[in-house]
């Protein structure tokens, strides 16, 4: 029996098969849960219903995190599927390329605004809609966050200032549904190749300094933050709330 026998997840930010949320999704299923997936514009819907079939998930429908009329959608469709939810991921951050590029002291008033309310509201917004469907037996969300919310990493920019409110956000919403039993956590990944850290100038070098300097001497693989989140939505972490844990070869400790 898997720690996640029995659960049903939400997993919000599967883009293809090198998404960290899909490394989430396969070690959950592994562990038993039953799992709901999203997807944004027809372009990721043909990316994500393969996957989802792969692992038998439930498409919970299409969802722009910035717009709540859709967030309010894929919550009715989890409680006339499933009744309730126990676990959520949230995978989700986005910034203007031109805001990732150009140096931070440029990054325009609507790009900061666009990329707060993408990566880090979009937490705040989820988490609200999903308390009632949580709150009868408790629940847990983890979301992704990276060591540029507490150190300034060259080209990480306005993603760095996003990333910190969102472990801010962490923090206040652990506060906030502690008294229902809902847990907040996020998980703070080494870089990885996937189809956000793509926007990233010089991606390539930060992800070899992570290899060279981390303590363990190696690049992060995507599925151990698989199964550090299975561990974090799971009852084994039941004593663990508003955290930040790296899961980065131990990189954040000399980086």
């Known amino acids: 029996m898997g720690i996640a026998e029995g659960k049903r997840a939400l997993i919000v930010g599967v883009a293809n098969d090198k998404s960290l949320a899909w490394s989430i999704a396969r070690e959950l299923h592994a562990q038993g849960a039953s799992l709901a997936m999203t997807y944004q514009g027809e372009v990721l819907e043909k990316r994500v ?11 919970a429908g299409e ?34 390329r031109e805001d990732l590029r150009d ?5 325009s008033r609507a ?22 469907l949580m709150e009868a037996g408790g629940g847990a969300i983890v979301t992704l966050s990276y ?8 080209n990480y920019n306005v993603m760095g200032v996003a990333k910190a ?22 998980l703070s990944a080494a ?4 189809l956000a850290s793509s926007a990233i100038r010089d991606y390539h070098t930060m992800a070899h300094e992570v290899g060279e300097r981390s303590p363990l001497r190696r690049a992060m693989r995507p599925e151990e933050v698989g199964k550090m989140a299975a561990v974090m939505l799971s009852d084994l972490s039941s004593g663990v ?3 930040t844990v790296y899961v980065d070869v131990g990189y954040n400790i000399v980086g």
């Open 49 to 59: 219903r393969p996957l989802a079939a792969e692992i038998g998930a439930h498409i």
């Open 63 to 96: 969802l722009d995190v910035s717009d709540d009329a859709q967030i309010a959608r894929v919550m009715a469709n989890l409680k006339e599927h499933w009744g309730g939810l126990d676990m959520l991921v949230h995978a989700v951050a986005y910034a203007d």
């Open 103 to 107: 140096r931070f002291l440029n990054v």
């Open 111 to 132: 790009g900061f605004s666009r990329a707060l309310d993408i990566s880090a509201y979009s937490l705040v917004a989820l988490a609200r809609a999903a308390e009632p």
């Open 147 to 154: 060591i540029g919310a507490v150190r300034a990493i060259p």
């Open 165 to 186: 409110a969102l472990e801010a956000c962490v923090r206040y919403l652990a506060l906030d549904l502690g008294a229902k039993n809902i847990r907040v956590n996020a």
């Open 191 to 194: 870089p990885a190749r996937t």
């Open 241 to 243: 709330t508003g955290q």
